[in-house]
């Protein structure tokens, strides 16, 4: 059976997970994407709907508003080569038939969503240039970082507005600066 990326990313984490649960997915998976890779999953007979307890993340809720999460089956440990032991044995699914997601999507409920990390900078890329540029003492100024990385001036200016103040959260200010012009400086 040939499983995508991320659906051996999903199935390794629930099959070691001590309550064997598929929920909280990868933080990069959401919304429509997330359904889709769980429904594959169901409809491949991996992964199956149960009854969740109060504490367990909720996936959806049934027509008869039964509150069902997702645990991984048996064919899902023997799919990654895991060897399941009684302890590690997947929960009997739920009475709801699995796949039928899309039919009762206004009664889902919201999905338990794993604590957003912080992003990271690949080294040795243009974004990790224009941080270090920022970080130095003398900060930098966008003719400085054109020069160093190749963009022009507005790809810089939307590289420091978008990568590095939305995205990274850095605390990013600028001056001006007699003989110099604007600089740009990261402040830790």
């Known amino acids: 059976m040939k499983l995508s990326d991320t659906q051996l990313v999903i199935l390794n984490a629930a ?3 001590a309550d064997r649960r598929v929920l909280p997915l990868p933080t990069k998976l959401k919304g429509g994407a997330a359904e889709k890779v769980i429904t594959s999953l169901v409809t491949k007979g991996l992964v199956a709907e149960i009854q969740a307890e109060l504490s367990d993340p909720v996936w959806r ?9 997702l645990v991984p089956t048996l064919r899902a440990f023997e799919a990654l080569g895991i060897e399941p032991d009684a302890a590690t044995s997947a929960p009997q699914p739920a009475t709801a038939r699995p796949g039928k997601a899309k039919a009762n999507r206004p009664k889902r409920a919201s999905v338990a969503r794993p604590e957003p990390q912080a992003p990271k900078t690949r080294s040795g890329t243009k974004q990790a240039v224009l941080i270090d540029m920022l970080r130095a003492p ?3 100024t966008v003719e ?14 939307g590289a420091i507005a978008g ?13 001006k600066v007699e003989d110099r012009g604007r600089i740009y400086r990261i402040i830790d």
């Open 163 to 175: 990568a590095l103040k939305k995205k990274l959260g850095l605390n990013v200010t600028s001056e």
């Open 15 to 17: 099959c070691r997970r």
């Open 61 to 69: 809720v049934a027509e008869d508003d039964q509150r069902l999460t």
């Open 144 to 157: 400085e970082v054109m020069s160093a990385t190749g963009w022009l001036s507005h790809t810089v200016r």
């Open 138 to 140: 003398n900060g930098a």
